[in-house]
C-alpha cells in the first residue's frame, strides 16, 4: 500500500499515513495524530524506485524552475 505525507496546518507537524488506492480516490483525508485537526494537506515526499529486488530512494533534486536551484526556491 502507498504512504502518504502530510502536514497539518495548525500544528504544522509533518505525518505519515499509509492507505489503500481505492481509500484515496474516494477522498479519505486522514486527521492530525498529533493535535486531531482536520487540516491537513498532501505534500510530496520521496518516492521509491522498485527495480528488480532493491528497492531505492530517488536522489533527484527538485528544481522548481530556472532560477531555483537543488534546494528549491529561496
Same mark, same amino acid.
Given at each position: 500500500?502507498?504512504? *502518504?505525507? *502530510?502536514?497539518c496546518?495548525?500544528? @504544522? &507537524?509533518?505525518?505519515?499515513?499509509?492507505? !489503500?488506492?481505492?481509500?484515496?480516490?474516494? =477522498?479519505?483525508?486522514?486527521?492530525?495524530? *498529533?493535535?486531531?485537526?482536520e487540516? %491537513?494537506?498532501? %505534500?510530496? =515526499?520521496?518516492?521509491?524506485?522498485? !527495480?528488480? &529486488?532493491?528497492?531505492?530512494?530517488?536522489?533527484?533534486? %527538485? @528544481?522548481? =524552475?530556472?532560477?531555483? =536551484?537543488?534546494?528549491?526556491?529561496?
Amino acid at each position: 500500500m502507498p504512504t *502518504y505525507e *502530510y502536514i497539518c496546518k495548525k500544528c @504544522v &507537524q509533518k505525518f505519515e499515513i499509509t492507505m !489503500s488506492l481505492s481509500e484515496k480516490e474516494k =477522498g479519505k483525508n486522514p486527521d492530525c495524530p *498529533y493535535c486531531g485537526s482536520e487540516e %491537513v494537506i498532501q %505534500v510530496l =515526499g520521496n518516492f521509491a524506485i522498485l !527495480s528488480g &529486488q532493491t528497492n531505492k530512494r530517488s536522489t533527484s533534486p %527538485v @528544481v522548481c =524552475g530556472p532560477s531555483c =536551484g537543488p534546494n528549491g526556491c529561496g
